[in-house]
């Protein structure tokens, strides 16, 4: 089972039928509110513009859509902010009974490297919120590891070093990952991925004599 890195319009539709398993999202709607989301990232992306000085005017300008579509979606502009920080917690949960992968194959290199992949498909949403530091990278970091340690597969094992060997490799991967997207320009990808196969393996599973 490979790990789901859809595109954004996509995630919006899992999105709202999370929240609403009656509505009928349309491509339309779909791709109207991943529009005022783009416009709404590349605003603050602008001389790392403050969110407190962007109105509704400039995203519906931004945008391409009026004023009166953008309140039909949301309620201000922190509305938006909110909801593309939801989006990328949920998409975790979407991908959550994959992970186990991680734990039986041992972190194999092309098994961290998928992960890496599905994150970093969203990786400017998340280097920008990582970058406002609004407590986005916490939320982020906890609920990765409540993904990777809350699976059936871990949880039904009862096997208390595999408990601690997810706990471990979790924390590894997501802390590498979310560093890498700081310092990108600095650290090549490929070495990462080899960097956090390594961290998360270095003798936590395999070393019996530790037990």
Aim: aromatic share 12%.
């Amino acid at each position: 089972m490979k790990l789901y890195a859809c595109s954004m319009e996509e995630l919006v539709v899992y999105y709202k039928l999370k929240q609403n398993p009656d509505e009928k999202v349309s491509p339309n709607l779909a791709s109207t509110i991943t529009t005022i989301i783009d416009a709404l990232v590349e605003l603050l992306k602008r001389d790392n513009t403050s969110i407190d000085k962007i109105t509704v005017k400039d995203i519906a300008a931004k945008s391409g859509y009026s004023r009166t579509t953008f309140y039909i979606h949301f309620y201000d502009v922190y509305h938006v902010l909110r909801t593309l920080e939801d989006m990328l917690l949920y998409h975790l949960d979407l991908n959550s009974e994959v992970y186990y992968l991680l734990f039986l194959d041992r972190l194999q290199n092309n098994v961290v490297k998928e992960v890496y992949d599905m994150l970093n498909h969203y990786g400017k949403y998340i280097t920008l919120l990582l970058a406002r530091d609004s407590g986005f990278s916490q939320q982020y970091k906890e609920k990765f590891i409540s993904v990777m340690t809350n699976t059936s597969e871990v949880k039904n094992s009862g096997d208390i070093r595999m408990m601690y060997y997810s706990s471990v490799c979790a924390s590894a991967m997501i802390e590498s990952y979310l560093f890498w997207l700081k310092h990108k320009e600095k650290i090549s990808y490929d070495i990462i991925v080899k960097t956090s196969n390594k961290i998360a393996t270095a003798t936590v599973y395999s070393d019996e004599s530790m037990w």
